[in-house]
């Protein structure tokens, strides 16, 4: 995975945009997990860039 974005603040420690076509190409290919997946099965190719947020693990 590429490099993350700068922190927001103490809790988000990056954030990083993810193609929406490559999320859903991944996705038919069976290659997603967990709550990824769940949200690249609503997807469509042309919809906007999901935005991840990356947390500290508490």
């Known amino acids: 995975m590429a ?7 103490n809790e988000i420690s990056c954030w990083k ?3 929406t076509s490559r999320l859903v190409e991944d996705n038919k290919g069976g290659n ?3 709550r990824l997946q769940e949200i690249a099965a609503t997807l469509d190719e042309e919809d906007n860039p999901v935005i991840m947020l990356i947390k500290h693990k508490k």
């Open 3 to 9: 490099a993350c974005n700068r922190p927001l603040n």
């Open 17 to 19: 945009t993810l193609d």
């Open 32 to 34: 997603l997990q967990g």
